[in-house]
């Protein structure tokens, strides 16, 4: 048993040094020293810090016309409302329009602030003066109707209400629609038969050069419409319909105006289609429409689409009540055919010429009076959206 303690006693030395051995690696294979790589976190880290990160908020811009409502301050508190409620939204922009600027100048400062949504809540003038910045960017456009006529939102099927509105332009998909553009007395070169042509795109167009950070920059004679722009009797209506009739019955108050100045003076034109020859007319009204139906179910063209590439021209030339009878009796039948005191044309381009100068509306705004007036379609320029199912009334009428 003696003579084995030594045995034993080497064997426990060497077991001893083969520990501090193991524990000194184990040691300096842990140490974070100078040149030491750190270990690499899980790759669930990485993902759950990106989770932990929120994407940014979208932002719209909302032009607002005061003179529509009653209560501007709940009429602002119900647009942040409603914009507040979608998720993904930052709290909304909203400018209002003045008597000095319909429109133009906010949908310019909307565009440069790089907002997602630039939303139009007024009637059909408010709409105009934003798309007429908008067109032919990449910024879409949301349709909020308070005025009287909201034709272009009734061609689209939009909600009628504000609220319901703002749900489309918020959730809704984008749609390319055609702009008309209608420029008064144009200079030679803007009515050459070179700017007539269907396929010419250059530097006298309204919307050439166009950028997301600016809008368009047309000439001061040329502006945009979305519905329909007229001469003569279709503007004189337009110019003596008081808003106060229009705040009162609505748009019966076209209507009524409409009726007291049927037997107007009727005028000579010449009508050039896409630079071709001038066709002759004595007429009451020259109206272009980009789309065709009006308030009450009426449709004035019946060919006409948003989206078509297309220009609807009518002339309507009756000479007195009986004249006025069959226009109407055709126009309420929805004959997309002519008549012998109504004329239809298609095209991208005319130009009106006229004896002496009309008044000429845009929309439902009056603009001046004119000798000369060329209309042009740009196809699908401006984006507007839309929630891609039409509303209308038991009978199948748009609203």
Known sequence: MTDSWPVIAAILGLLLIIGVGVALAANWGGSRGRHA???????????????????????????????????VPAAHALVRETVLAHDGWDEPIISETTLEDPGFGQARAALADGVDLVCAIGGDGTVRAVAHVLTGTSTPMGLIPAGTGNLMSRNLGLPLDVAGGLDVALTGRNR??????????????????EELAPDH?????????????????????QHAFLVMAGLGLDASIMHA?????????????????????LLGARFATRLRIDGGEPIAHTARTIVVGNCGRLT??????????????????????????????????????????????????RCQSILVSLDAPQM????????????????????????????????????????
Do not use: C
């Not at 908020?57 to 529509?68: E, M, Q, S």
């Not at 795109?201 to 004679?221: C, I, L, R």
């Not at 319909?241 to 100045?261: C, D, P, Q, S, V």
């Open 241 to 261: 319909t008081t808003e106060e009739a229009k705040a009162r019955i609505g748009w019966a108050a076209y209507a009524a105006t409409g009726a007291r100045n």
């Open 296 to 345: 009450g179910g009426i449709t004035l063209m019946p060919d006409a689409e948003v989206d078509d590439g297309i220009l609807d021209v009518v002339a309507v030339t009756p000479k007195g009540i009986v004249g006025w009878a069959g226009v109407a009796v055709h126009v309420l039948a929805k004959r997309g055919q002519n008549h012998p005191k109504l004329d239809r044309y």
């Open 37 to 71: 790589s750190p270990k690499r976190p899980a790759r669930s880290t990485f993902r759950q810090a990106q989770d932990d990160v929120p994407p940014p908020k979208k932002r719209v811009a909302v032009i607002l016309n005061p003179t529509k409502f009653v209560d």
């Open 201 to 221: 795109d250059g530097p006298t167009e309204p919307d050439v050069g166009a950028d997301d950070a600016h809008g368009s920059d047309p000439a001061p004679n």
């Open 176 to 193: 390319h629609i055609d702009v008309g553009w209608l420029t008064m007395d144009p200079d030679v070169e803007q009515a050459s038969t």
């Open 360 to 399: 000429v509306e845009i929309d439902g705004d009056v603009i001046g009076e004119a000798r000369r007036v060329r209309f042009e379609v740009r196809p699908k320029s401006l984006i507007v959206r839309t929630s891609g199912t039409a509303v209308s009334d038991d009978l199948g009428r748009y609203v």
